[in-house]
């Protein structure tokens, strides 16, 4: 053969920046000996934080039943776990047939645009978004349409910027709330606005939750199922985040408000599921022991609790710093962090990200890579214990004074 071999066209737009050059580069300098300080992604268990044991036993017990194929869906006790959760929140339509369970939330956002997107069909996805929902739609044949959530609304949507850029062609709308990546938790008030312009032009809302337990302060969540009666309103969840249990690759999607009109689109996820055989058979086992079992996370996410206390290193590093300003997480394991452009004029995300980890050895993810129109805000994971973070932003300071 003496033709090189081309890559496919539908991925020459494809972006998933978290683990592009910079996560290779710093791969490259960990091989040749450097310690790096790892914040471009949210992986617990990379951080010492364990999965909870009744979770691993569960699946213990069950693995001479999880050696065969199970159904496309999932195993029955999982998606009734996921079904009684959502009973619990007052959605009331949900059965385990409309419960799928995936190679964790990343796999079903593929197979649920997948299902729904023909050529062009747009998607509405909030600015900072987490890259995937913008990579699975290009992929799938579809158009990113990305609404705003700006810092100067402290990562709320732009209600009236979000409905201008609905079209004919316009078939989904994406909330990923708590926000990855900006710790942003929607208020009852938003939620129920974005529910109303969905239904007013008959839009599939697909809701990100992923973090729905992980709130500090005073902070809220307020599922967004139970508000939704007039369209199609997809719930992704899983054991990644919430119960630190990332390898398993565990997720899933329920699906709620008008099923009756989405038969046609359920039928068609059933087949895209069925493709591809079953997901992950031990770690579904673990899903209803963590739904009904003792929700260890609310140790952790409260006053002296590790991520509590890491969070508040970062506002507090922030703080300390001439050049960083923050918004506080609400939610979620991530803060977006700006640097003042006033005093950093100039000031590029991709160039410091390189600058810091060359410098300083620590990996932080560019604000440009969650699809923005500004480049002067990162995105660092809360994960490590505080006195890390403390460590990290006295390097970071060095970086900055030297642009």
Known sequence: MTTEIQTSDSLREVRYEIRGQLAQRAHEMERQGYEIISLNIGNPGLFGFRTPETMRMAMIENLPSSEAYCHQKGIFPAREAVVMQQQERGVMNVTAEHVFIGNGVSELIDLTLRALLNPGDEVLIPSPDYPLWTAAVTLNGGRALHYPCPPETAFQPDLTALESLITERTRALVVINPNNPTGAVYSRESLEALVAIAEKYELVIFCDEIYDGMVYDDAEF???APMVKNTLCG??????KVYRACGFRVGWVSFSGTNELAQDYLNGLDLLASLRLCSNVPGQWGVQTALGGYQS????????GRLYESRQAVIRGVEASEYLSVIAPGGSM???????????????????????L????VLVAPGSSFNVDYRNHFRMTILPQSKVIDEVFVRMERVLRSL
């Open 222 to 224: 307020f599922p967004i």
């Open 358 to 361: 060359e410098k300083e050895h």
């Open 334 to 356: 991530y803060a977006f962090v700006g640097a003042d452009t006033k005093k950093l004029p100039g000031f590029d995300d991709q160039r410091f990200a390189m600058e810091l």
């Open 297 to 304: 996370l609310k140790k952790l996410i409260r006053p002296e």
């Open 235 to 240: 719930t992704f969840s899983g054991l990644s």
